[in-house]
């Protein structure tokens, strides 16, 4: 009798280890997903400085996992690719293909680049004549450029450059030649790790107060600083436009960043020094911030700043000393830059915490004051002698200031306009900016001199209104010189044409035209001229129903969110469908800035990509995409004390609504997110009964492996202990009754998200007998980037929906909550 039992036990064993091995492979999602995603992308544009040409630049579609599983070096906070010695392959955002479209005849010319060559890092020439670019090569990078007027393109260098750090060239201000970054000509073979270390791995702090953030991708022992000295270290060199040997510029290091004055005859150069550290990465380590000369003599030394591995918390904390290093760009060579006034730390009361300062070429007299500020520093937007705008912003109000100033006549500011950062109804717009005779981006001015024109969105309740506007100089008033009046139609400024503001370049949208770029003057009647004809890259969406759906929470703050439909869908009709909500948290210091709502459905372009969940409106689904999910700290109150408080109020008043609607009903409805999403995921399965099953991608759901801070949370874990836990869905893992897929890049790159959030939020999960699906990708960062992984992504959530919320039986009423009148709290 055993016998005869065993033989089918075992068959049975086979069969389900076959089915489970086939789920280990990837697998691809229903029709037209995979179509959908596999469809050539819209191509980018970038303008000439003169504001004449328009380059077109193809992009390269998804990258295979093959791509992604080339060898990848993980050091001091970078992923490079020792075969390129640039950005490994899931920081690439690869280009194939170039055109030039003349924007006054609307001419295009088509450039002749080599079969499959690939290419990144576009560049205008000063003079416009050129792009340079940053194209991959079989054992490196090379640097070319494509001539404007011929449309043809040449390599300048050979597959020297080092992008390890950054884009490795710049153009020299007469437009003749570069200067690049390069590996060293007489570099050997990359270090051996040894089969026998030489010693333990060691670190200590001696009494000192150092907290960090969980980094990831850090220097882990003295192979890994061998690696880092050998792929970063690179040598600055001078190269003709026309090609020909590397001509050397000083002497070869960890040349983290370098710029050319305006005028050309200065370098400001950023490296890095020992000693290494293995708790932050690399723009933390010891750094030099000198200006050369253009043969590479060291002329002086702004700054030579120590490890900075002891901030505090808070996010306005800032490194004492020199910061944000760069040159004035309508200066022949003046330096700016901002240094603490308050040591660093925002908790100490002092009246000013950020000061300005300027030092012009020869840099022998000491700095000079621009102006002193009661935020920190952000940036200067430079203008003419008596003209430029200072920004400045206090995070943890949310606060930010825009101050003129007189760099003629420094040391004074007076403030231009300040709101809550987050307030989009009192957007003023961003100064448009054009290029002077340097080649630097400066502030336009109107054509009277008193005024700055400055382009925005305009959001109001009713939608986005896009704009040009004078903002005057005296009163920050903003008087709008043209307004997208098309209700239908969504038209933002891109540029601006011509000296005296009146020519424009626009990009044209609406909810079944795809964005194109247009040219129109501002006051005429007739119709914009249309310059690019990019087609609709995915037609499947079309016929897809979206609309703005605003609401209120409980204590009244204004909520909305996209509700996406299938096309042709009628809930009278047709009944309420299987839904999805798909949310990401926010913080805020105001409810009335909370509670904007945006009207942006009706004449927006909507075409998903890579891991969207829109796709599944294709499956038949109706999903709410971004209903607000406000956290309000008011009166200095943290918003963090009464997280759970809030999501769950928010959560249930986006539910109420689309119940209301007819097109949901509450025994079938999931939620789900990505990073902050996934954890407010869990939580709301942790919290509440609204949900059938949630998804979660990629997040961090135990507080306590981030105790220095985590999204916009300040306080340590051992400030707000009981914050923390509360926040932390793994403290609750026993109430979540749901089912749950997690998802989770195994090679994930964000802070704070380490693979290991998700693998022992699981083994919790499973411990306490949910019902749950762990999905790990490799290779995969934060974001998944891989073709297959993007699919089977796809495929896991399609899957999960069929499974737990299209097709899942009526709930029993004492478990649904329908009936209750808050969420009922586990």
Same mark, same amino acid.
């Given at each position: 009798?055993?016998?005869?039992?065993?033989?089918?036990?075992?068959?049975?064993?086979?069969?389900?280890?076959?089915?489970?091995?086939?789920?280990?492979?990837?697998?691809?999602?229903?029709?037209?997903?995979?179509?959908?995603?596999?469809?050539?992308?819209?191509?980018?544009?970038?303008?000439?400085?003169?504001?004449?040409?328009?380059?077109?630049?193809?992009?390269?579609?998804?990258?295979?996992?093959?791509?992604?599983?080339?060898?990848?070096?993980?050091?001091?906070?970078?992923?490079?690719?020792?075969?390129?010695?640039?950005?490994?392959?899931?920081?690439?955002?690869?280009? +194939?293909?170039?055109?030039?479209?003349?924007?006054?005849?609307?001419?295009?010319?088509?450039?002749?680049?080599?079969?499959?060559?690939?290419?990144?890092?576009?560049?205008?020439?000063?003079?416009?004549? #050129?792009?340079?670019?940053?194209?991959?090569?079989?054992?490196?990078?090379?640097?070319?450029?494509?001539?404007?007027?011929?449309?043809?393109?040449?390599?300048?260098?050979?597959?020297?450059?080092?992008?390890?750090?950054?884009?490795?060239?710049?153009?020299?201000?007469?437009?003749?030649?570069?200067? *690049?970054?390069?590996?060293?000509?007489?570099?050997?073979?990359?270090?051996?790790?040894?089969?026998?270390?030489?010693?333990? +791995?060691?670190?200590?702090?001696?009494?000192?107060?150092?907290?960090?953030?969980?980094?990831?991708?850090?220097?882990?022992?003295? #192979?890994?600083?061998?690696?880092?000295?050998?792929?970063?270290?690179?040598?600055?060199?001078?190269?003709?436009?026309?090609?020909?040997?590397?001509?050397?510029?000083?002497?070869?290091?960890?040349?983290?960043? =370098?710029?050319?004055?305006?005028?050309?005859?200065?370098?400001?150069?950023?490296?890095?020094?020992?000693?290494?550290?293995?708790?932050?990465?690399?723009?933390?380590?010891?750094?030099?911030?000198?200006?050369?000369?253009?043969?590479?003599?060291?002329?002086?030394?702004?700054?030579?700043?120590?490890?900075?591995?002891?901030?505090?918390?808070?996010?306005?904390? *800032?490194?004492? @000393? &020199?910061?944000?290093?760069?040159?004035?760009?309508?200066?022949?060579?003046?330096?700016?830059?901002?240094?603490?006034?308050?040591?660093?730390?925002?908790?100490?009361?002092?009246?000013?915490?950020?000061?300005?300062?300027?030092?012009?070429?020869?840099?022998?007299?000491?700095?000079?004051?621009?102006?002193?500020?009661?935020?920190? =520093?952000?940036?200067?937007?430079?203008?003419?002698?008596?003209?430029?705008?200072?920004?400045?912003?206090?995070?943890?109000?949310?606060?930010?200031?825009?101050?003129?100033?007189?760099?003629?006549?420094? @040391?004074?500011?007076?403030?231009?306009?300040?709101?809550?950062?987050?307030?989009? =109804?009192?957007?003023?717009?961003?100064?448009?900016?054009?290029?002077?005779?340097?080649?630097? &981006?400066?502030?336009?001015?109107?054509?009277?001199?008193?005024?700055?024109?400055?382009?925005?969105?305009?959001?109001?309740?009713?939608?986005?209104?896009?704009?040009?506007?004078?903002?005057?100089?005296?009163?920050?008033?903003?008087?709008?010189?043209?307004?997208?009046?098309?209700?239908?139609?969504? /038209?933002?400024?891109?540029?601006?044409?011509?000296?005296?503001?009146?020519?424009?370049?626009?990009?044209?949208?609406?909810?079944?035209?795809?964005?194109?770029?247009?040219?129109?003057?501002?006051?005429?009647?007739?119709?914009?001229?249309?310059?690019?004809?990019?087609?609709?890259?995915?037609?499947?969406?079309?016929?897809?129903?979206?609309?703005?759906?605003?609401?209120?929470?409980?204590?009244?703050?204004?909520?909305?969110?996209?509700?996406?439909?299938?096309?042709?869908?009628?809930?009278?009709?047709?009944?309420?469908?299987?839904?999805?909500?798909?949310?990401?948290? +926010?913080?805020?210091?105001?409810?009335?800035?909370?509670?904007?709502?945006?009207?942006?459905?009706?004449?927006?372009?909507?075409?998903?990509?890579?891991?969207?969940?829109?796709?599944?409106?294709?499956?038949?689904?109706?999903?709410?995409?971004?209903?607000?999910?406000?956290?309000?700290?008011?009166?200095?109150?943290? &918003?963090?004390?009464?997280?759970?408080?809030?999501?769950?109020?928010?959560?249930?008043?986006?539910?109420?609504?689309?119940?209301?609607?007819?097109?949901?009903?509450?025994?079938?409805?999931?939620?789900?997110?990505?990073?902050?999403?996934?954890?407010?995921?869990?939580?709301?399965?942790?919290?509440?009964?609204?949900?059938?099953?949630?998804?979660?991608?990629?997040?961090?759901?135990?507080?306590?492996?981030?105790?220095?801070?985590?999204?916009?949370?300040?306080? +340590?874990?051992?400030?707000?202990?009981?914050?923390?836990?509360?926040?932390?869905?793994?403290?609750?893992?026993?109430?979540?009754?749901?089912?749950?897929?997690?998802?989770?890049?195994?090679?994930?790159?964000?802070?704070?998200?380490?693979?290991?959030?998700?693998?022992?939020?699981?083994?919790?999960?499973?411990?306490?007998?949910?019902?749950?699906?762990?999905?790990?990708?490799?290779? /995969?960062?934060?974001?998944?980037?891989?073709?297959?992984?993007?699919? #089977?992504?796809?495929?896991?959530?399609?899957?999960?929906?069929?499974?737990?919320?299209?097709?899942?039986?009526?709930?029993?009423?004492?478990?649904?909550?329908?009936?209750?009148?808050?969420?009922?709290?586990?």
């Amino acid at each position: 009798m055993m016998l005869q039992f065993a033989r089918p036990l075992v068959l049975v064993v086979a069969l389900v280890s076959a089915a489970q091995a086939a789920e280990t492979k990837y697998q691809t999602p229903p029709a037209p997903i995979a179509a959908m995603i596999d469809a050539t992308p819209t191509p980018r544009v970038i303008v000439s400085g003169d504001r004449k040409i328009l380059g077109i630049l193809g992009r390269e579609n998804l990258p295979t996992v093959a791509a992604l599983g080339q060898p990848i070096l993980r050091l001091a906070g970078h992923r490079i690719n020792p075969r390129t010695n640039g950005q490994a392959e899931i920081r690439m955002n690869w280009l +194939t293909e170039m055109s030039f479209q003349d924007m006054q005849s609307g001419t295009v010319k088509r450039v002749a680049l080599p079969a499959k060559m690939r290419f990144a890092d576009p560049a205008w020439s000063p003079n416009n004549q #050129h792009l340079a670019f940053v194209a991959e090569a079989a054992n490196g990078l090379e640097l070319w450029v494509a001539d404007v007027a011929t449309a043809q393109a040449r390599r300048v260098t050979g597959a020297v450059l080092n992008a390890t750090f950054d884009a490795p060239f710049i153009w020299l201000r007469d437009s003749s030649g570069f200067i *690049v970054a390069s590996v060293k000509a007489d570099r050997k073979a990359p270090p051996q790790r040894s089969t026998a270390p030489d010693g333990p +791995t060691v670190q200590e702090n001696l009494g000192r107060v150092a907290p960090n953030p969980t980094y990831e991708d850090l220097l882990e022992n003295a #192979h890994d600083e061998a690696l880092f000295d050998y792929y970063f270290t690179s040598q600055l060199a001078r190269v003709d436009i026309k090609g020909g040997a590397l001509q050397p510029i000083g002497k070869a290091g960890l040349i983290a960043a =370098y710029s050319l004055s305006p005028d050309g005859k200065h370098l400001l150069v950023t490296q890095n020094k020992r000693p290494f550290s293995y708790v932050v990465p690399s723009n933390f380590f010891p750094t030099e911030i000198a200006v050369w000369s253009a043969t590479g003599t060291v002329e002086h030394r702004v700054v030579d700043r120590p490890l900075i591995d002891n901030l505090s918390t808070a996010r306005d904390s *800032v490194a004492p @000393g &020199p910061r944000n290093v760069s040159w004035r760009n309508d200066a022949p060579a003046t330096l700016v830059w901002a240094e603490a006034q308050d040591g660093g730390d925002p908790a100490r009361d002092v009246p000013m915490h950020d000061r300005v300062l300027l030092q012009d070429a020869p840099f022998k007299d000491a700095p000079r004051t621009l102006t002193d500020v009661k935020e920190r =520093y952000v940036t200067t937007v430079w203008g003419r002698d008596d003209v430029a705008m200072v920004m400045t912003r206090w995070f943890k109000t949310r606060h930010e200031t825009r101050l003129l100033v007189d760099p003629s006549k420094p @040391g004074t500011s007076r403030i231009w306009f300040e709101r809550n950062a987050q307030d989009q =109804y009192k957007d003023p717009g961003t100064p448009v900016l054009k290029q002077n005779a340097a080649g630097r &981006p400066v502030m336009q001015f109107a054509s009277d001199g008193n005024s700055v024109l400055t382009a925005g969105l305009g959001a109001a309740r009713d939608g986005d209104h896009p704009f040009l506007a004078q903002m005057a100089l005296d009163t920050g008033a903003v008087n709008k010189i043209w307004t997208a009046n098309e209700e239908s139609v969504h /038209e933002i400024v891109a540029g601006v044409l011509d000296d005296a503001g009146t020519l424009l370049l626009t990009q044209r949208q609406s909810a079944t035209q795809p964005p194109n770029y247009f040219v129109r003057k501002t006051g005429a009647t007739d119709a914009p001229r249309q310059l690019t004809q990019f087609a609709d890259p995915m037609p499947q969406f079309a016929g897809v129903q979206k609309q703005t759906v605003a609401y209120k929470r409980a204590d009244g703050v204004a909520l909305s969110g996209t509700l996406y439909l299938p096309p042709g869908y009628d809930p009278k009709r047709d009944g309420p469908l299987p839904t999805l909500l798909w949310a990401y948290p +926010t913080e805020f210091t105001d409810a009335a800035v909370a509670g904007q709502v945006v009207d942006r459905a009706k004449n927006r372009f909507t075409r998903p990509q890579g891991i969207s969940h829109l796709f599944l409106v294709t499956q038949g689904y109706a999903v709410l995409d971004g209903p607000s999910m406000p956290i309000i700290g008011v009166n200095g109150a943290e &918003p963090n004390d009464t997280y759970i408080e809030q999501l769950r109020d928010d959560a249930k008043a986006a539910v109420d609504t689309v119940v209301a609607m007819g097109v949901a009903d509450r025994d079938r409805i999931a939620v789900g997110g990505h990073s902050y999403g996934a954890f407010m995921t869990a939580n709301l399965l942790a919290h509440t009964d609204l949900f059938r099953a949630g998804i979660a991608r990629s997040g961090a759901y135990n507080r306590t492996l981030t105790p220095f801070g985590f999204q916009a949370e300040q306080r +340590t874990y051992w400030q707000a202990t009981d914050t923390y836990q509360k926040m932390s869905p793994f403290t609750y893992v026993q109430k979540i009754k749901a089912p749950v897929l997690l998802i989770h890049g195994g090679a994930d790159d964000n802070s704070g998200t380490f693979p290991i959030q998700s693998e022992r939020f699981y083994a919790a999960l499973k411990g306490n007998g949910a019902t749950v699906r762990y999905v790990v990708l490799p290779n /995969e960062p934060h974001g998944y980037r891989g073709r297959e992984s993007t699919l #089977h992504t796809l495929w896991e959530m399609n899957g999960w929906m069929e499974r737990y919320v299209k097709n899942a039986p009526p709930r029993a009423r004492a478990d649904a909550g329908a009936n209750e009148p808050a969420p009922t709290a586990r």
